[in-house]
């Protein structure tokens, strides 16, 4: 017998401000590597990193902390160079490189000169456009990314025509989501007993950062006008929590929508509701749609950008102009009214996320691109 094969060792980098959904990509990578892998995880230093740490180190992943400096800075250059050499991995994958929130590419070419095979990105809102400094960085730190993935056929186009980068170097990989979490129907009632939803409410829920792009004032003035016995909650935590309680509080409808805040456990609260509402005016294929198709529940979302691609329009839910009330209450409505049809989507959500979105399809293709075996991705 030969001896046994070293494991190959995956970096993770990500300097995220806060935690939201790109985030907890990175966090399901760890989560679903296949065997062969070890991982280890390059995080900033403060708040920012924070949750995303606890979260790598759940998965058993080996986490390393840095301080964020100018981009240009030489110190931070230096503290990463010096990182990335001691972990001594066999590939690099970074998470949103200088777009949107992220501030740092430099770690491209950083692993690169100190012996990594392979540098891997991921591109998660590539219509976001970027200052010219900014893209003339990606533009010359491209040479040194292998494959860039992205999570639908609509980023492949824009990041190759709008971004200028080679076609050659984009894998599209659909984002996935761990399997939804076990909930008997007792257990189930329990839950939503304690989230205020009363016997024969059906429960509306929306996850996502509270800023203006989810569109959260949308819903609530779609719901208002529906006569239903709805409950919306609304988890998550941001700039336009103010702005959305006192809307609530005009619209009448304060004591009908919950404000969860931040949860660990959002994935119980999507579980423990009936249907998924997202009003999103820019998103590209955001993971609580899986997670929603996970547990059976069928979605209304905006029909914007990428997510076509996930949500089959009358068979898993409806899809809705963005940022236009009357067709997001006319599909809220015909799901809050009508149990069959909800169960009938329900069941055609979970039976595509079987087909299309379990965790373990996008981590067996993710993980052949940092070995470098997808290559036609």
Request: include cysteine.
């Amino acid at each position: 017998m030969g001896s046994r094969q070293r494991e190959q060792r995956l970096v993770l980098f990500a300097d995220p401000p806060y935690f939201g959904g790109a985030e907890g990509y990175v966090a399901l990578l760890a989560r679903g590597r296949p065997e062969g892998w070890c991982v280890s995880a390059v995080l900033p230093e403060g708040d920012g990193g924070a949750i995303l740490a606890d979260q790598l180190a759940e998965t058993g992943a080996e986490v390393h902390r840095f301080t964020m400096r100018h981009p240009a800075s030489p110190r931070l250059w230096f503290e990463l160079g010096g990182l990335l050499r001691r972990i001594r991995g066999d590939a690099l994958h970074m998470n949103l490189p200088s777009v949107y929130d992220a501030r740092l590419t430099v770690p491209a070419v950083l692993a690169k000169s100190v012996g990594y095979r392979r540098v891997v990105t991921t591109e998660h809102l590539p219509m976001v456009d970027r200052a010219r400094r900014r893209m003339l960085v990606k533009i010359l730190l491209t040479p040194a990314v292998d494959a860039i993935i992205v999570n639908t056929e609509w980023n492949r186009q824009t990041l190759a025509s709008k971004h200028h980068i080679p076609r050659r170097k984009i894998k599209v990989i659909p984002n996935a989501s761990a399997e939804a979490p076990a909930m008997t129907p007792a257990e189930r009632e329990a839950v939503r007993a304690e989230l205020g939803i009363g016997p024969g409410e059906i429960a509306v829920v929306s996850v996502g950062r509270l800023t203006a792009r989810k569109g959260h004032r949308f819903l609530q003035e779609a719901l208002a006008g529906l006569d239903a016995p709805w409950r919306l909650l609304m988890a998550g935590e941001g700039e336009e929590d103010a702005a959305l309680r006192a809307q609530s509080t005009e619209l009448g409808i304060a004591g009908r929508v919950h404000f969860l805040g931040h949860r660990t456990d959002a994935r119980r609260v999507i579980h423990a509701c009936d249907l998924l509402a997202l009003a999103s005016t820019l998103e590209t294929q955001p993971f609580v749609l899986s997670e929603a198709m996970a547990s059976g529940l069928p979605v209304v979302s905006t029909a914007i950008y990428g997510i076509p691609e996930t949500v089959n329009d009358g068979e898993t839910g409806y899809l809705v102009p963005p940022g236009e009330v009357a067709p997001l209450r006319a599909a809220l409505a015909k799901l809050v009214t009508d149990a069959d049809l909800r169960g009938r989507m329900g069941r055609a959500a979970r039976a595509r996320y079987e087909s299309h979105f379990a965790l373990e399809i996008m981590a067996a293709r993710t993980y052949k691109i940092f070995d470098g075996r997808e290559e036609s991705a």
